[in-house]
């Protein structure tokens, strides 16, 4: 992916660039707000990196007139500022994601990745095969080698979800967004308890594990083969 950087701290930035280089990602950094919002709206990019506070802007004013001059590209907003209002002024303002420092690389580029995929819209496909799964998404049906699996509508929704993130780290932030309508932590298991069920039936009756806990993150789909 080519993304788009606006930060003012030389260090962050220079090691934003080192992870993306590890990830196989060009990140590109600007270190001006203002000089960021104009290359945001002359240069392709797949994603744009924006930390909230900023020397010469505020990263909330950034994002509004960064819609409002047209450009849709995703936005993941980085800030110290984390308590659910601070997230929600973030998202409000026009950001497609808002992650709080100090965060894990590996999160960042899960995050940084769910959100290209959506903007390329890979998620609409008919059909999503990964290993031994398929979704199906209009007859929204799952299968397992060739076995039908008797999914609820909500365990269908995670289903799919993870289909469209499939191998990677799915959060528990990106599963209340993205299939929950949430833009806030409710404080309840609601994910565990869902994610339990959906477990319990991608796995019974089959050799080896489908779904994965990456303790402290979240959690990823395996491919679902027998090792």
Request: glycine share 10%; with cysteine.
């Amino acid at each position: 992916m080519k993304v788009l950087y606006i930060e003012d701290d030389a260090r962050a930035a220079a090691d934003m660039r080192a992870l993306g280089w590890e990830q196989g990602d060009t990140i590109v950094v600007e270190s001006d707000g203002l000089a960021g919002l104009r290359r945001a709206g002359m240069e392709a990019f797949d994603v744009i990196i924006m930390d909230r506070m900023l020397g010469d802007a505020d990263g909330l004013s950034l994002v509004a007139r960064l819609r409002d001059s047209g450009v849709s590209t995703p936005v993941l907003m980085l800030s110290a500022l984390g308590r659910t209002g601070d997230r929600a002024e973030g998202l409000e303002a026009g950001a497609d994601d808002y992650l709080a420092k100090p965060f894990e690389a590996l999160e960042l580029f899960a995050r940084i990745r769910a959100l290209h995929r959506r903007a390329s819209g890979r998620e609409h496909s008919a059909v999503i095969l990964y290993g031994a799964f398929e979704c199906h998404v209009k007859a929204r049906t799952a299968f397992r080698s060739n076995r039908h699996l008797a999914l609820s509508p909500r365990e269908f929704e995670l289903f799919r979800y993870f289909m469209e993130n499939a191998g990677e780290v799915v959060t528990r932030e990106m599963l209340l967004r993205d299939v929950w309508n949430m833009s806030f932590d409710p404080q309840t298991n609601v994910v565990d308890v869902n994610i339990g069920r959906l477990r319990r039936k991608l796995e019974h009756g089959f050799e080896g594990p489908a779904l994965e806990t990456v303790w402290g993150t979240g959690y990823r789909l395996l491919d679902g083969t027998p090792s």
